[in-house]
């Protein structure tokens, strides 16, 4: 199960508040502005600025 599209629209980077966008493979979510990506195991996003990921 994807993450739906209006969860998608209310969810911001803990970071910078800024808007997120879902990953092409769909197993994060994107801070284009901090360089962050969030996980998202078991169709959870994982929200934690420490458990984020430098976007390559």
Known sequence: MAISQELLEILACPKCKG????AEK???LICNACRLVYPIKDDIPIML???ALPLK
């Open 19 to 22: 808007d997120l966008t879902l």
């Open 26 to 28: 769909g197993d994060g």
């Open 49 to 51: 600025i420490d458990e």
